[in-house]
């Protein structure tokens, strides 16, 4: 067979990588260019067009695996059955990962019984109503409301919401700096990926058509977030730092941003938890309105 050529993605790749997914959608928080662009500088992924088909590869010494191609129908069928060839060719079970439910009913339509998947839940994106996370409404989100009421009491009139322009990313950028002192960054290589992501998002938000929120104190940055829409009706927040020691802050930016910045959206999808027990109780205590599921892929046993 022809080799693939997959190749990293770069900036002058935007446009294809951002068509595909703009006509194939999902609200799973991978499928936006920026998000593929900062995690390749951390993850082996790179990509091709195979079949007129979008395909991300991940491969290292250990494994190889596909993300489920975006494109017409008939183009991912022929894609899946060139990356089965090229599995085999590389001596590599055909494999898959981040399948949403409904990746997976369109391939086990078309091959019945011949694929397992195993859903992950560390990797299952929690989605949100926004008008809930902007209003924190209802019996349920009383808390919230509390622990905000509780920052607007504290901070009087110090505490001010902007957004992310070219002229304050700089001093997100500083405040990005001292979080990763304060978070033991250099010592933890996922801490590390993941303040490296942060600062290449702040770098290049313009660049990457990225929308971000800023909470000061006195005017000094104390908190921010960055996201994009995923698709039409859902808004997918990738970043969002705070200074632990500044009572509310995470609650505050979480709401300010979503009320600012995500009121034309229906959904907000905040992605997954990593399977960090902290994590996940506070991203349950928002009340998702629903998940979107990941799971991996694997040929059954003949």
């Known amino acids: 067979m022809e080799e693939i050529r997959f190749k990293r993605a770069e900036l002058e790749d935007k446009e ?23 995690w390749s500088r951390q993850y082996p992924v790179k990509w091709a067009i195979v079949e007129n088909a979008l395909v991300f590869k991940s491969e290292d010494e250990d494994h190889l695996s596909f ?22 060719a ?32 560390d990797s299952a994106d929690y989605v949100y109503e926004s008008e809930k996370l902007a209003t924190l409404s209802g019996k349920k989100l009383h808390g919230k409301r509390n622990h905000i009421n509780k920052f607007k009491a504290l901070f009087g009139d110090r ?33 590390r990926g993941e303040i490296c992501v942060t600062m290449n998002a702040l770098r290049l938000f313009e660049e990457l ?5 800023i909470l000061k104190i006195d005017g000094e940055v104390v908190a921010f977030t960055i996201g994009e829409p995923v698709c039409s009706d859902t808004f997918v927040v990738h970043i969002e730092k705070a200074f632990a020691d500044v009572e509310g802050a995470y609650p505050m930016i979480n709401q300010q941003f979503v009320e600012h910045e995500c009121r034309d959206y229906l959904y907000v999808n905040r992605e997954e938890d990593t399977g960090a027990e902290g994590l996940r109780k506070a991203k349950l205590s928002y009340r998702p309105v629903f998940m979107v599921e990941k799971g991996n892929v694997k040929e059954n046993r003949q």
Not at 98 to 114: I, S, V
């Open 159 to 191: 505490w001010s919401y902007e957004t992310l322009t070219k002229d304050n990313a700089e001093e997100c950028f500083q405040m990005a700096l001292k979080w990763r002192d304060q978070n033991g960054c250099e010592d933890d290589p996922e801490k």
């Open 90 to 121: 590389h001596g590599a079970p055909f494999q898959m990962y981040n399948l949403t439910p409904d990746n997976f009913a369109q391939l086990d339509e078309w091959y019945p019984g011949r694929f397992q998947i195993e859903y992950d839940r």
């Open 67 to 88: 993300a489920y191609p975006a494109g017409e129908p008939s183009d991912v069928k022929n894609a899946l059955e060139i990356l089965m060839e090229y599995s085999r």
């Open 209 to 213: 058509e990225l929308k971000g929120g």
């Open 16 to 38: 294809i990588i951002s068509r595909y997914f703009a006509h194939h959608t999902s609200r799973s928080c991978e499928r936006t260019f920026a998000n593929v662009y900062l």
